[in-house]
């Protein structure tokens, strides 16, 4: 292991740690941090494709929602007298992964509006079915009483509901809310971040970032592009996948608004205001908005305006998210959002054969 | 026999909706290559300009009043905010625009509760009209013919006038027209306005069938979506074809296949993108220029 890897996981590690106490002295509950770690993997999963692949997707609640589903199904239908925390998650992520094979093939063919739309389309033809689905998935009502709380480890078997030991904190107060699942959620988080860190500097991450900025480009010099876009795809859905799993299990319960467009719409938010193309972006960005959400809908009414509007803001003025901003990443980040997508030589299909228009097209956007 | 008519109607209602709002979608990105996921508010907002102003001043005051109100509301919003991102790449408008979206219904719910409401039929059209074998409500069907209508002011407007054939041109070739002299900016904030309006209106007309609540816009948009990219992004005939096609799909599918409804449109969408991308009536030439 490279010494820039151990100190990233230290720091992230040390980080992780102060979070919750963190979040304690700003008004937030311990349940709070662990929903927040597993929402950034979510987040993460879905920067994955919008950050390094250039892909937005409005439709990545059927992966959140579809892991969560799985698990659940799982564990009260395949394994209900020998309960498998472990086996219920991997089982929900590599059923996540392949349905993110299976909708990506046919997906990735499609650029911008038509790649959204289409991500749209089949989220929403998931929730229905979900929906529709009768004593499988619950209907309207969803799954709830599963076994959730205990995590085998070796041999022995770690209640994860039990709490961790109370932390004095002084003058600002004693964090005593704080559950094992917290731990878990956050070597979770740990190492989602660690993966995602290595898949960014690896060769894979490289190329899919030169498809990104200039398809054409990278098909001359001989990468298989829709390759390379598929299996950003899948990964980005596993990703998601597994975080709706640990989030059902997590809250022991599995509803069909997990599938739905507000959901699908939340990822892009934290993303965005967190920092697209960033590791820490979207965990930035989900732990403000999710805190924000908490805190301020309690007090006013205005809170879904406010998160709107912060939106707004942050693709007006901070294309590159607080820490793609703060990161010194702010011409990067703006040019990846607002540059990098104009220069493909078609928004809606795959490029054509043939000589493509895409060299006169770009000054006659900008003149729009 | 009786039902499968009903719903045949009932899907041309659905249909004209979607075909309102698709070709606001699509004259709109026609001209200037704006992916508006903010229409749906449009039509939201004309649903609730037509919910305050019918209850005080009549139905005849709503209609008039919810295009005008709803237009001065785009024009704003297109000045304020939307012009900085013309011309930049389709998942910057996307975002944005959903950000308006998400502020516009949240501001809707906070001025208008989160309730549905509904406006009732003036009295005038409240009866039914016998239509064969069998009844059906006179308000539905003098709101279908009021759409074709308005459908034909536009497209003529759009087929017959000067602006409209910079908007034309604009569509096949803006650099052209600027450099003929055409004022394309002026032309297309008008076409802007002009979509705004349609949604506007039908929100308002729409309201006595369809209740309002906060959500409605977004409700509307994402199968007017459908329509435009079933029709043709782009393509103002594709848009009407695609409206109608998928405002019956729906509602037949409700009759002999309910369960399945919802997802009809959408495994319907997601043939055509994968057959045709460039939707039953679209140019592939419109499609390449985006």
Redesign the interface.
């Known amino acids: 292991m490279l010494a820039g890897d151990v100190r990233f996981l230290i720091f992230t590690a040390i980080g992780l740690a102060a979070f919750p106490l963190a979040l304690h002295a700003v008004g937030g509950y311990g349940g709070l941090a662990t929903q927040i770690c597993i929402l950034s993997v979510a987040a993460i999963g879905f920067n994955v494709l919008?950050g390094y692949a250039?892909m937005?997707s409005?439709g990545h609640a059927m992966f959140y929602g579809g892991g969560g589903y799985l698990a659940a199904i799982l564990l009260m239908r395949a394994m209900p007298a020998h309960p498998n925390l472990w086996l219920a998650v991997l089982g929900a992520t590599i059923a996540t992964a392949a349905l993110a094979l299976a909708i990506g093939s046919?997906t990735v063919?499609?650029?911008?509006?038509?790649f959204?739309?289409?991500t749209?389309?089949?989220a929403?033809?998931v929730f229905?079915?979900v929906e529709?689905g009768g004593e499988i998935t619950g209907g309207d009502d969803g799954l709830q009483s599963f076994p959730n709380a205990l995590l085998p480890i070796g041999p022995w078997s770690i209640d994860l509901t039990a709490p961790v030991p109370p932390i004095d904190m002084g003058p600002l107060g004693t964090v005593s809310d704080l559950k094992l699942w917290y731990v878990f959620a956050a070597i979770v988080l740990l190492l989602v971040l660690w993966f995602t860190r290595a898949l960014t500097r690896s060769q894979f991450g490289e190329v899919l970032g030169a498809i990104r900025e200039n398809e054409e480009r990278s098909l001359f010099v001989g990468f298989n592009a829709a390759t390379y876009r598929l299996a950003a795809f899948a990964i980005s859905g596993a990703l998601t996948g597994f975080a709706g799993a640990m989030r059902a299990l997590y809250d022991g319960t599995v509803a069909v608004d997990s599938l739905g467009?507000d959901r699908s719409?939340s990822f892009?938010i934290y993303t965005?205001v967190g920092g697209v193309q960033t590791v820490f972006g979207p965990v930035v960005g989900t732990a403000i908005i999710v805190y924000l959400e908490n805190v301020l809908s309690g007090v006013t009414?205005?809170w879904?305006?406010i998160?709107?509007?912060i939106?707004?803001a942050a693709?007006?003025f901070l294309?590159s998210g607080i820490v793609g901003t703060l990161g010194g990443r702010g011409k990067r980040g703006r040019r990846a959002?607002?540059?990098?997508?104009?220069a493909?030589?078609?928004?809606?299909?795959a490029p054509?054969a043939g000589p493509a228009?895409a060299a006169v097209?770009v000054p006659?956007?900008?003149?729009? | 026999m009786e039902s499968l008519i009903e719903a045949l109607l009932n899907g041309l209602v659905l249909g004209l909706i979607y075909v309102a709002i698709a070709v606001g979608l699509t004259i709109v990105f026609g001209t200037?290559?704006l992916?508006n996921f903010a229409h749906g508010a449009f039509y939201a907002v004309g649903a609730y300009v037509g919910l305050v102003l019918a209850g005080r001043y009549g139905l005849l005051a709503a209609f008039v009043a919810a295009p005008i109100a709803v237009a001065a509301f785009a024009v704003l919003l297109d000045r304020l905010?939307l012009r900085?991102f013309?011309?930049?790449?389709?998942?910057?408008q996307?975002?944005?625009t959903?950000?308006?979206a998400?502020?516009v219904e949240?501001?809707l719910?906070?001025i208008f509760g989160g309730t549905t409401q509904r406006y009732p039929v003036p009295d005038a059209l409240a009866g039914s009209f016998a239509l064969g074998p069998i009844q059906y409500p006179a308000y539905r069907l003098a709101f279908a013919l009021g759409i074709i209508a308005m459908l034909l002011v536009v497209w003529l407007i759009i087929e017959r006038t000067n602006y409209g054939l910079i908007v034309r041109a604009g569509i096949r070739d803006?650099?052209m027209v600027?450099l003929l002299g055409g004022n394309i900016r002026r032309a297309s904030t008008i076409v802007f306005a002009i979509g705004a309006a349609i949604a506007g209106l039908v929100g308002a007309a729409a309201s006595p069938i369809y209740s309002v609540n906060p959500t409605v816009g977004?409700s509307f948009l994402?199968p007017s979506?459908?329509v435009v990219?079933v029709g043709g992004?782009g393509s103002f005939w594709g848009a009407v074809l695609g409206g109608l096609l998928i405002g019956e799909l729906q509602s037949v599918t409700t009759i002999v296949f309910p369960?399945a409804s919802?997802?009809v449109i959408?495994?319907c969408?997601?043939l055509v993108?994968?057959l045709r991308?460039?939707g039953l009536l679209g140019e592939?030439e419109v499609?390449?220029?985006?």
């Open positions: 919008l250039g937005l409005y046919v063919r499609l650029y911008g509006i038509y959204a739309l289409l749209l389309a089949f929403q033809m229905f079915i529709q467009i719409g892009v965005i009414p205005l879904r305006l998160e709107g509007l939106f707004i693709i007006v294309p959002l607002f540059g990098a997508l104009r493909r030589p078609a928004t809606g299909v054509p228009p097209d006659r956007e900008t003149n729009a | 200037l290559r992916v905010v900085f013309y011309g930049k790449d389709a998942t910057s996307l975002l944005l959903f950000g308006i998400l502020v949240e501001a719910r906070l803006r650099i600027q977004f994402v979506f459908v990219v992004l369960p919802n997802v959408y495994l969408m997601a993108l994968l991308p460039q592939s499609i390449r220029q985006s």
